[in-house]
């Protein structure tokens, strides 16, 4: 059922420029659990050209 249907996790961001890195472990009801699964993924919250920090290409 959570393959066809996925699973929703929220995760909170790093700040900018850190990595977020989020694990996760599935049981099933009849308590069998999945291989440990990770990712990861890097804030970049800078818009390219902006020179002054305003958050705007200028």
Same mark, same amino acid.
């Given at each position: 059922?959570?393959?066809?249907?996925?699973?929703?996790? !929220?995760? /909170? @961001?790093?700040?900018?420029?850190?990595?977020t890195?989020?694990?996760?472990?599935? /049981?099933? @009801?009849?308590?069998?659990?999945? @291989?440990?699964? !990770?990712?990861?993924? /890097?804030?970049?919250?800078?818009? @390219?050209?902006?020179?002054?920090?305003?958050?705007e !290409? /200028?």
């Amino acid at each position: 059922e959570d393959l066809e249907n996925g699973i929703t996790v !929220k995760v /909170t @961001p790093a700040a900018e420029g850190e990595d977020t890195v989020v694990t996760a472990v599935v /049981t099933d @009801p009849q308590g069998n659990t999945s @291989p440990e699964g !990770k990712d990861n993924s /890097t804030v970049d919250l800078v818009v @390219p050209g902006d020179v002054d920090g305003d958050g705007e !290409k /200028t």
